[in-house]
């Protein structure tokens, strides 16, 4: 991946939100982790990592954060009413704590592995909490450079909705339509079925970056 063109995507996003009045409330893309670190982490988490989430970190930032809200007296198209933030995250170093997190919604609410619903939550790995209490998380599941799967915790539409095949494709993709809020709502709308993920090439991301004035 061409993380110079990844820096250069965060950096019209954020100049962009605050042309057209909007709040950016951060940009952190932090320093690429260390080797030991991912070994560590992997060791506490009795896994390993995803190649391409390991790629990512190794060359790219351990701790990236975007923090971007729309104007609130802001006019949006129909297809696009539920978009108001961008919110993509990661921190190697809350790997474990959000694992905690996560097993304990399996043990306290979704421990049938037998269950439609419950299963999508296991055998996964959580990278960015949702601050609607839901999860972005790696199905290992899927091999050595797992897809990314949505985890709802209340019914949410996005359910089990694979988002990518990987997460440097998440990554190619998410960042051309902004980054959009996490929440399964924001996203969904560039998705065009449980299997797609996000189709960053496809009408409705067109439109929104039409809609919102980016050329990414």
């Known amino acids: 991946m061409d993380y110079e063109l990844l820096k250069d995507r965060v950096a019209m996003i954020a100049a962009r939100i605050q042309e057209i009045g909007g709040e950016v409330q951060e940009v952190v893309i932090g320093e690429p982790a260390l080797l030991e670190k991912i070994i560590q982490t992997e060791e506490q988490l009795g896994l390993k990592l995803p190649e391409s989430f390991r790629k990512v970190l190794l060359e790219f930032s351990g701790d990236f954060s975007l923090r971007w809200f729309l104007p609130d007296d802001m006019e949006q198209p129909n ?115 449980s299997e797609s993920g996000i189709n960053a090439d496809g009408d409705a991301a067109k439109r929104f970056r039409t809609w919102i004035g980016l050329d990414i």
């Open 79 to 193: 297809e696009f009413s539920g978009i108001f933030c961008g919110t993509p995250h990661w921190n190697l170093e809350r790997f474990p704590q959000l694992e905690q997190g996560k097993m304990e919604w399996i043990d306290n609410v979704f421990p049938n592995d037998k269950d439609e619903y419950d299963v999508v939550w296991h055998n996964t790995l959580a990278f960015c909490e949702v601050p609607n209490g839901d999860y972005l998380a790696f199905d290992m599941n899927t091999g050595n450079d797992a897809s990314i799967v949505y985890l709802s915790h209340d019914d949410g539409e996005g359910h089990g909705y694979k988002i990518a095949n990987n997460f440097i494709e998440l990554l190619e993709n998410w960042s051309r339509v902004a980054f959009v809020g996490c929440e399964d709502w924001q996203w969904l709308p560039f998705t065009t079925s």
